[in-house]
């Protein structure tokens, strides 16, 4: 036991002791801290990354939603452009549309529509230029009529019909 200039006792071996257990706290308090520091450090680095690759996948997400609404309205723009076409009477649809899905199935509805629209056209051209035809032979076709009728017959029975007079009722 070693006493003092106070007058306190004072045990050596147990202040070395003492001094070596504070020493062994602060070297544990000074790795705490540390790994505390460490900790923090890869924690920050886990955010940084997560915070990345959310970005990366949010971005990767959006690129093939954009891909995905361009596959699906491509479609619907040559299927408006084929019905504006056929609107202002271009009956020749000449377009392609590969989705596998019912655009896929319209558009050939739109292509079917306007062949049928076309073999229709075509006849009715068919027939207005028949109907013309007739139209340019009948006023000498009626004229013909006109004159037979006002000629007086040569022969008798000639030019009349049965119970009716010749250019009369």
Do not use: C, Y
Not at 50 to 56: E, G, M, R, S, Y
Not at 78 to 98: C, M, T, V
Not at 126 to 149: G, K, Y
């Amino acid at each position: 036991l070693v006493i003092d200039n106070t007058g306190v006792a004072r045990d050596r071996e147990g202040l070395e002791k003492l001094v070596e257990i504070l020493n062994k706290e602060i070297d544990i308090l000074t790795l705490e801290k540390k790994i505390k520091g460490r900790v923090r450090e890869q924690v920050e680095q886990m955010q940084k990354e997560v915070i990345k690759w959310t970005f990366l996948s949010a971005l990767f997400v959006l690129a093939v939603a954009l891909w995905r609404v361009r596959q699906i309205v491509r479609p619907i723009r040559i299927l408006e452009e084929g019905a504006r076409k056929i609107s202002q009477g271009d009956l020749n649809l000449q377009f392609r549309i590969r989705t596998g899905d019912e655009l896929e199935h319209l558009a050939e509805s739109f292509q079917k529509m306007a062949s049928a629209l076309k073999q229709l056209e075509e006849g009715a051209i068919a027939e207005n230029a028949t109907l013309r035809q007739a139209v340019v032979r009948l006023p000498s076709r009626f004229v013909e009529v006109v004159r037979i009728r006002a000629l007086p017959p040569a022969e008798p029975g000639i030019g009349r019909r049965r119970g009716r007079r010749s250019g009369g009722r």
